[in-house]
């Protein structure tokens, strides 16, 4: 299967991703780990993203599209590949369905997964992270330690990172709405659409994906 993940900031799209990928035996490809990969083996795609990110510009277009297509190229994306993070807006979307026309193909399904406005913020500016070790995630509502502010594993200080502030996912889910939602639409028109709820234990969320994607509804 050829899967698009699409949805807000805090919708759990990586946790499911990788999960989903397992379960139908395709490789998840998400443009964080793109971009990572490209950067650290120095690729020409990499300098030239780096080159731009070093400005705190954006990566064009382009280049982020020249990037997923390298990578489903290989051989492991030949039967299929769950996208994640990609395509990011309509140009996008337009150029994915080029480069898979190109070779014959075409995609089977756009998952998006629904959350609402107030559960994204609550999901993300309710995160505490370690000082000590970053793998150390714990949650106010959801994941609260026995002492506050205090790991439960290590002792050390736990704090909210800046990019978890409610204003600053208040700015990025406006992003989201203006940028990449749209894509929603632009897939609806295709028929590609399957919607579900990502509210819910992960494994509920996951069954739930799973069970949409075999419909095909």
Request: proline letters at 4%; charged letters at 30%; glycine letters at 8%.
């Amino acid at each position: 299967m050829r899967i698009v993940l699409v949805g807000p900031p805090g919708a759990g799209k990586g946790t499911q991703a990788a999960f989903l990928a397992k379960n139908l035996s395709i490789p998840h490809i998400s443009t964080g780990d793109l971009f990572r990969a490209n950067i650290s083996k120095q690729t020409e795609l990499g300098k030239l993203a780096k080159s731009y990110m070093d400005r705190g510009e954006l990566v064009p277009d382009e280049v982020t599209i020249a990037m997923a297509k390298d990578r489903m190229e290989q051989p492991d994306a030949e039967n299929g590949f769950l996208l994640d993070g990609f395509p990011r807006n309509v140009s996008q979307a337009e150029a994915l369905d080029e480069m898979l026309k190109s070779e014959g193909m075409k995609l089977d399904a756009v998952l998006d997964l629904e959350v609402p406005e107030e559960e994204v913020v609550k999901r993300i500016a309710g995160r505490r992270i370690c000082r000590n070790d970053s793998s150390h995630v714990f949650h106010v509502s959801y994941k609260a330690p026995k002492q506050e502010g205090v790991c439960d594993v290590c002792g050390g200080e736990l704090y909210q990172r800046d990019d978890d502030s409610e204003e600053t996912v208040r700015k990025r889910l406006e992003v989201y709405h203006t940028q990449t939602e749209p894509i929603i639409d632009y897939y609806k028109a295709q028929g590609l659409v399957v919607t579900i709820s990502a509210l819910g234990k992960v494994e509920d969320v996951t069954a739930r994906s799973m069970e949409a994607l075999q419909r095909g509804e």
